[in-house]
């Protein structure tokens, strides 16, 4: 079997050979962000605002960016297979330092990884999804796409063990996204999901999807989603670069657009579907 490629610091190594030392700041203290870009057909999607999205977490980190967009579209399509559909993963840490101290280092480099994954077709995309909802007990930056994920995997376990695929997260009475994807809800026959701000990741697919709503003469907005009015909604759907547009037909027990996909969803998942394909 032939060893996988991956990209640190400079190098594209077998995945066995790639290693980081002990004290990198990414392993000592989750310092570091991260970011992942679909590829379909062996095309990067929405690169350029991946990009920004990127340095805006780096930005929020204050950590400089280490490679120009011209050198990230080198660096990453190098990883890629020619017409294969992938997720490529991009992390940025803080680098390596002398000792373990919570306070930034002075004169570490930052470390950079990235790898691509095959894009596995999702099985159950067609019969749709069940979620529950949880408490969001994450800190209040999830704007940046940090590494530290650990409140987020909870929460991801805590549906996975009442088998279902999502954990959608309230705070304070309203929804804010999923724990790997961000929600939205139809409601009296408009599109709806949260509006950006520091409670929730800015999604890219989720930027796509407000996109085609315009376009297509869809009602769509973008507002605060409490979760009476979500328990109210005829379709539900998460969004995410891998998993793109995920219908949910159940919510907390609750059959939602009597257990199966809704129309809406049919006709959105179609648009973006053409939307790819247009972009080949």
């Excluded at 950006?196 to 930027?207: E, M, V, Y």
Aim: glycine letters at 8%; aromatic letters at 8%; proline letters at 5%.
């Amino acid at each position: 079997m032939e060893s996988k490629t991956v990209y640190l610091n400079g190098q594209l190594l077998p995945v066995g050979e790639a290693k980081i030392s002990v004290m990198d700041r990414g392993f000592l203290f989750g310092d570091g962000i991260y970011e992942v870009i679909p590829a379909y057909g062996g095309k990067l999607f929405r690169f350029d605002e991946h990009m920004t999205r990127l340095q805006n977490s780096l930005s929020a980190i204050q950590l400089p960016n280490p490679h120009s967009g011209r050198q990230w579209r080198e660096i990453l399509s190098a990883l890629l297979e020619p017409g294969l559909d992938q997720a490529v993963y991009l992390q940025i840490t803080r680098g390596v330092a002398e000792k373990r101290d919570h306070a930034f280092p002075k004169h570490a480099a930052p470390t950079v990884f990235a790898m691509s994954s095959p894009i596995e077709p999702f099985n159950d995309l067609r019969a749709g999804v069940k979620a529950i909802s949880v408490d969001d007990i994450r800190w209040q930056l999830c704007y940046i796409k940090a590494t530290t994920l650990l409140a987020n995997i909870l929460l991801r376990q805590q549906a996975v063990e009442k088998g279902c695929a999502e954990a959608i997260m309230i705070k304070d009475g309203y929804l804010t996204e999923g724990a790997a994807s961000n929600v939205f809800a139809v409601i009296d026959g408009v599109l709806l999901t949260p509006p950006k701000n520091d409670g929730i990741l800015a999604g890219i697919t989720r930027d796509v999807i407000l996109e085609l709503a315009q376009c297509n003469d869809i009602p769509y907005s973008e507002d605060i989603i409490s979760l009476d009015a979500l328990q109210t909604a005829s379709e539900i759907w998460l969004a995410s670069s891998t998993r793109e547009i995920v219908p949910v037909i159940e919510l907390d027990g609750h059959a939602i657009s009597g257990g199966t996909p809704g129309p809406l969803w049919h006709t959105m998942n179609q648009l973006f579907q053409d939307y790819k394909k247009s972009l080949s």
